[in-house]
């Protein structure tokens, strides 16, 4: 008899492309784009939404430049166009989408992962903590972006078309960078914020109630607190430290006394305060899930 033989069945080695380590957190954010956009209603009506607000932005401020139809608001003594304050109104326009999108995708994505199991598939391969916060933030700023950063910069875009000559055009080009400013902040807020809501609870349900709770009752008690105990108070709020910062950059203050009150560096480090412990909070959730499960570090 012949001696024994072990013959390959079929097995073939990989031949195909080889990404390295630092771009797998990219497989992570094209998953997180592509989930988001199959629903109608966790994003794509609420885009619409976003570019009815800018077009009828774009609306008013067309009629604002026009002379028949020019609104001043006096503020100090001077005046200010409603030409160029128009992105200071509109603005928590944009804020209240951004809220009803972290509600519905933001607070759901890590506490959706772990309810599903998800994070077995994830670090069973070698995917790192850092790759997985990477991935699912940059799809979630990106798709903020869209709603809370490209609106305002059109805007901010068009007004300087509608400037009359050369020196118009050089005394009115910072509100092109106050107005991504604004946005990029807007993005921050509702993206990293429910996002790190979504790492307390490991049910998508309860997660999304908590964030609504934090947002409408701890928030609007820190504005209630801001205007009757101490104005640095309501920069708790999200978005009326956000109003605050919109406010004080476009110089249209006239619009909201308390959120002028409230100084400008306590709403900023209460955003950015916010979103750090909103990505420690996720950081902390996937590093736990990666140690139950035995995955890469």
């Known amino acids: 008899m012949s001696a024994g033989q072990i013959h390959d069945l079929g097995y073939k080695r990989y031949v195909g492309t080889r990404r390295s380590l630092g771009t797998r957190w990219t497989v992570i954010m094209r998953h997180q784009l592509a989930t988001a956009w199959q629903s109608w209603w966790r994003f794509k009506i609420w885009l619409i939404a976003a570019l009815m607000i800018t077009a009828v932005g774009a609306g008013l401020m067309y009629l604002a430049t026009n002379k028949t139809f020019q609104m001043l608001a006096s503020m100090g003594g001077r005046q200010v166009s409603f030409a160029d304050g128009a992105l200071a109104i509109l603005m928590p326009w944009y804020g209240r989408i951004g809220m009803v999108v972290g509600v519905f ?23 790192r903590p850092r790759d997985y916060l990477l991935g699912k933030l940059t799809a979630l700023m990106i798709l903020m972006a869209l709603l809370l950063f490209a609106g305002p910069v059109l805007l901010a875009i068009l007004r300087l078309g509608l400037c009359q000559n050369t020196d118009e055009v050089l005394h009115t080009l910072p509100i092109l960078l106050k107005a991504a400013a604004v946005g990029a902040l807007g993005t921050m807020i509702y993206a990293v914020v429910p996002l790190g809501f979504s790492a307390l609870i490991a049910n998508r349900r309860y997660a999304m109630a908590l964030w609504v709770a934090y947002y409408v009752v701890i928030g609007g008690m820190a504005a209630v607190a801001g205007i009757f105990v101490q104005p640095v108070l309501g920069a708790l709020d999200l978005p009326t430290a956000l109003n605050a910062v919109t406010l004080d950059l476009f110089e249209f203050r006239i619009l909201d006394r308390h959120a002028v009150a409230i100084p400008i560096s306590a709403a900023l480090v209460s955003i950015f305060a916010h979103c750090a412990v909103a990505i420690a909070i996720v950081l902390w959730r996937v590093r736990g899930s990666q140690h139950a499960i035995g995955g890469s570090s």
């Open 105 to 127: 995708l933001c607070s759901i994505v890590v506490a959706g992962d772990v309810q599903s199991g998800a994070f077995t598939f994830y670090f069973a391969r070698s995917m």
